[in-house]
């Protein structure tokens, strides 16, 4: 996955979690948390589904990496670089 | 006459929400149960394929957010619906109303079944790996579970909890609430019972186990209490949800009031799991008799429990006899023939659908009587086509359950 597509993927976890969200105004440097209505239980949607579509587990001391937009790609696109982005 | 009971002691009936398999409001569910419109249909079930349910179309984004929805509950979603809609036909403003003092009553025959056969599927799907076992299992299985999403969604800060009773459940929470009333905790109750058992392929299976599953080429026809080939349940979802109120508030605000609860009472049968008991139900029956003071000839309509199975239907004549006899003049009829068994809500759900005749004096029928069980044969009983009756005063509604948990609620015409 090149970095746009890792951006896509995490997208369309968050459109499936947050989905009364408009996610076209993502800024990538901002918390997504100011950004979209997201808690706690949220986040471990986040993880649980990193798990579930790219078989990534993500430590607790790890979950800051997934603050921001530009995080979560940085963080996950080492990890994901051999993978499709499923169509 | 002087009423017996102070004004802050006579609990009414204002709103009413709810959701049925041929109705998202008392007015569709009404027509449907005059025009002898059934809400059963075939229906996909996990492992099972195709079953015939109830099956409920209300709009769940009419009242939650899609996260809302996802993150949640089917009963939870049912339950929200059938209180936003109660509050608004009450005509109550929650902005102006001290939510500490609205408590959230909500009858269940069980919960915590479909979310958890949810997860074990989910997780079938990888090996059995707990790992993947979902974060929301707990707060959707708690058994409060239905009522908190209430609260949640309706900024309430008063009690809430569900009142697991089988399918006596419905009518347990309309009594849980007038009792909170009564005594003082809270000032408005939403009160009643839901269902969202259709999505449990446990309920059918174990149905099906039982030999108590309904089953019929014609969906529409498969609920047929008291008829010579009835042959089971048909499970069904649905719900209903009071606004109940002390009538010196509801007199306060100006309130529309359907009914005044009347009289009540709940009792167990000690004799088996799922076996009825008519000496019991009786019992039960003659209890709210006594404490809203009336003799069976005062009941203008009973709506029966009767579920079709082969059984229990009978047992229930027994005990409706035992009381009623022969000559008492009550009008006799049976809900579950148009929608199914809408298990934890049936009782509310069923005796809402009678409400209107205090207006317009029709009886609605029992359907599905093409040929009466003559041990099913009561004196009273309205087959297949409404009944116009000169008066209605009273009205009682009958809601058993397993365990033998009898639960038997009486309405009357509202007189101020």
């Known amino acids: ?87 | 006459m002087v009423h017996p009971l102070s004004p802050d002691q006579r609990i009414v009936i204002t709103g009413i929400g709810l959701t049925a398999p041929n109705g998202n409001n008392l007015k569709e569910f009404r027509q449907s149960l005059l025009s002898g419109r059934s809400g059963v249909r075939p229906f996909e079930t996990r492992y099972m394929g195709k079953v015939i349910a109830g099956v409920c179309d209300f709009d769940e984004l009419l009242y939650q957010k899609r996260k809302e929805v996802r993150r949640g509950t089917r009963a939870g979603s049912v339950s929200i619906y059938c209180a936003q809609e109660a509050v608004r036909d009450a005509g109550i403003d929650l902005g102006g109303v001290d939510r500490s003092r609205v408590g959230v009553y909500v009858g269940v025959t069980e919960h915590g079944n479909v979310e958890t056969e949810n997860e074990v599927f989910n997780i079938s799907q990888y090996d059995y790996d707990t790992k993947f076992w979902s974060h929301h299992h707990n707060p959707r299985t708690v058994a409060n579970n239905p009522a908190g999403e209430v609260t949640l969604n309706m900024k309430i800060t008063g009690p809430h909890y569900t009142i697991g009773a089988a399918c006596a459940a419905g009518n347990m929470g309309v009594i849980q609430g007038l009792q909170m009333l009564r005594l003082g905790e809270v000032d408005l109750a939403l009160a009643g019972g839901v269902s969202e058992s259709i999505h449990t392929f446990g309920i059918f299976a174990s149905f099906k186990s039982e030999g108590a599953l309904a089953s019929h080429e014609d969906p529409t026809k498969a609920s047929r209490p008291f008829d010579r080939k009835r042959n089971g349940i048909v499970c069904s979802e649905g719900g209903c949800l009071y606004t109940l109120e002390r009538l010196s508030d509801a007199e306060k605000r100006g309130a529309k009031v359907y009914a005044e609860i009347a009289g009540y009472a709940i009792n167990s049968d000690a004799f088996d799991f799922i076996l009825p008991e008519p000496g019991r139900q009786a019992e039960c029956i003659r209890a709210a008799l006594k404490k809203a003071g009336l003799a069976p000839g005062d009941i203008d309509i009973l709506n029966t429990h009767a579920t079709a199975t082969p059984q229990g239907d009978i047992q229930e004549c027994k005990a409706v006899r035992s009381v009623f006899g022969e000559g008492s003049g009550v009008w006799i009829n049976n809900t579950k023939s148009f929608i199914g068994h809408t298990m934890g809500a049936a009782g509310t759900l069923e005796l809402s659908g009678n409400l209107p005749a205090f207006d317009d004096g029709w009886v609605h029928p029992t359907i599905n009587l093409d040929d009466l069980d003559p041990d099913c044969a009561l004196a009273g009983l309205v087959a297949n086509a409404p009944k116009k009756i000169d008066r209605v005063e009273h009205i009682m509604n009958n809601s058993f359950g397993m365990f033998g948990i009898n639960s038997v609620l009486i309405v009357k015409r509202f007189r101020g």
């Open chain 1, 1 to 87: 996955m090149t970095v746009d597509e890792v951006r896509e993927a995490i997208l369309n976890i968050l459109s499936d979690i947050a989905p009364d969200e408009d996610m076209s105004s993502i800024r990538d440097e901002e918390n997504l948390r100011d950004q979209i209505d997201l808690d706690s239980m949220d986040f471990l949607d986040i993880v649980m589904e990193l798990r579930k579509r790219f078989n990534i587990e993500v430590p607790e001391k790890d979950y800051e990496h997934l603050a921001t937009m530009s995080g979560c790609v940085s963080y996950l696109q080492p990890l994901l670089k051999d993978r499709q982005l499923a169509s």
